[in-house]
C-alpha cells in the first residue's frame, strides 16, 4: 500500500509563498545586474566607435545580440581547449618518464661484464667466419688481413706479443731481487715524468756546481757546451749521498703514500683470497698445519655446545 499524500497546511503555504517571493527578488536583482553590465559595454562600445563611419542600426543590432548570446559558448569551447591540451601534455609526459624509467631500470639491470664478455664473443665469431669465407675463396687470410696495417704498426704488434709472451713464461717466483724489479717494472707504467721540471732542476744544479767552482764549461770547436767535473761530486754514483738532500713536492709524497695503501691493500686482499680457499674465513687460531686439523675436528664436534659461551666471552658478558 503506498504512503499517505501530504496535505498543506497554512503554515506550510505561508512558508512557499516567502521562497517564491525571495526567488522573485533575486531575479529581479541578477536582471538589473545583467541590465547594468549592458549598458557599460554598450557605452563603452559607442566611445570607442566615435570616429567610426556610421553602420547600419539592423545590423549592429543583430551582431551585438549575437556577440552576447555567444560568448558564454565561446568561453566554454575555450576552457575545453586548453583542458585538452593539459591533458594531451600530462599523457605525453606520463609516458615520457616511463619510457625513462624502463631505460633506466633495463641499464642498471644489465651487467657490464656480460657485455664486455659478448662482445668478445662476437668479435672471434666474425673474425672466424671471415677466416674462413677467404680461405674457402682459395686467398691467404693473414696476408690479406695484414694490409690494413702498415710495417711499423706490425712490428709493434710483434713487439708486444713477445714481451707478453716472455712476461707470461716470467710468472714463477725466483728471487726477491727478481719479484722487486717486476714490482718496480710495473710502477713504473703509472709514472709520468715531467721533463720541464727536469730540465730545469737540471740546469739549476750545473748553475751551482759551476759557481761553486766543481764543475768547468768547456765549449768545443763545435760550439758545443760540456761539463767536466772536477772533483767527481758532481754526476751521482753508487757511493754518492746527495739523494739524501732533496725535497721532493706534496705531490709526489702523496703519490708514494697512495701507492703504498694500494699495495697494502692488494696484500690484504690476496691473503683473504688465500685464507677463503683454505676455509679460514675467521680468526686464526692456529700455530701450524696439523694443530688447523685438530682445530677443525673439535669445531666439528663441539662448536654447537660452545657457540653460546664464545660469543659471551665475545661479548664481555660472561659471569
Known amino acids: 500500500m503506498p504512503p499517505a499524500k501530504k496535505r498543506k497546511t497554512r503554515a506550510a503555504a505561508k512558508a512557499e509563498k516567502a521562497l517564491d517571493a525571495a526567488s522573485t527578488i533575486d531575479q529581479q536583482k541578477a536582471q538589473d545586474a545583467d541590465n547594468e553590465t549592458k549598458k557599460e559595454v554598450d557605452t563603452g562600445a559607442s566611445n570607442t566607435d566615435a570616429d567610426a563611419p556610421p553602420v547600419d542600426a539592423a545590423a549592429t543590432g543583430g551582431e551585438s545580440s549575437t556577440s552576447t548570446n555567444d560568448d558564454p559558448a565561446t568561453k566554454a569551447q575555450d576552457r575545453l581547449a586548453r583542458f585538452k591540451a593539459l591533458q594531451a601534455r600530462a599523457k605525453s609526459s606520463t609516458e615520457q618518464n616511463f619510457k625513462e624509467a624502463t631505460r633506466e631500470a633495463q641499464r642498471v639491470a644489465t651487467d657490464p661484464s656480460q657485455l664486455t664478455a659478448l662482445n668478445r664473443r662476437r668479435a672471434i665469431a666474425s673474425h672466424k667466419l671471415l677466416k674462413a669465407d677467404i680461405e674457402d675463396a682459395g686467398g691467404d687470410f693473414e696476408r690479406k688481413r695484414a694490409w690494413d696495417w702498415t710495417v711499423e704498426e706490425s712490428e709493434k704488434w710483434d713487439r708486444r706479443l713477445e714481451k707478453k709472451a716472455a712476461h707470461r713464461d716470467n710468472t714463477a717466483f725466483a728471487d726477491y731481487h727478481a719479484e722487486a724489479n717486476k714490482m718496480y717494472k710495473a710502477q713504473l707504467k703509472h709514472v709520468t715524468p715531467n721533463?720541464?721540471?727536469y730540465?730545469?732542476?737540471?740546469?739549476?744544479?750545473?748553475?751551482?756546481?759551476?759557481?761553486?767552482?766543481g764543475l768547468d764549461i768547456v765549449e768545443t770547436e763545435d760550439g758545443e757546451l760540456i761539463a767536466i767535473d772536477k772533483d767527481g761530486s758532481f754526476y751521482s754514483t753508487a757511493d754518492s749521498t746527495t739523494f739524501a738532500q732533496n725535497k721532493p713536492d706534496r705531490a709526489d709524497v702523496d703519490r708514494l703514500v697512495a701507492d703504498l695503501r694500494k699495495a697494502e691493500e692488494a696484500r690484504l686482499k690476496k691473503r683473504r683470497e688465500r685464507m677463503a680457499k683454505d676455509g679460514d674465513d675467521g680468526d686464526v687460531t692456529y700455530i701450524n698445519d696439523k694443530n688447523k686439523q685438530f682445530n677443525q675436528k673439535l669445531a666439528r664436534f663441539y662448536n654447537k655446545y660452545t657457540t653460546e659461551i664464545r660469543d659471551s666471552f665475545e661479548r664481555g658478558t660472561m659471569i
Open 199 to 213: 730540465a730545469k732542476d737540471k740546469m739549476a744544479a750545473i748553475e751551482r756546481a759551476a759557481a761553486s767552482g
Open 195 to 197: 721533463m720541464e721540471r
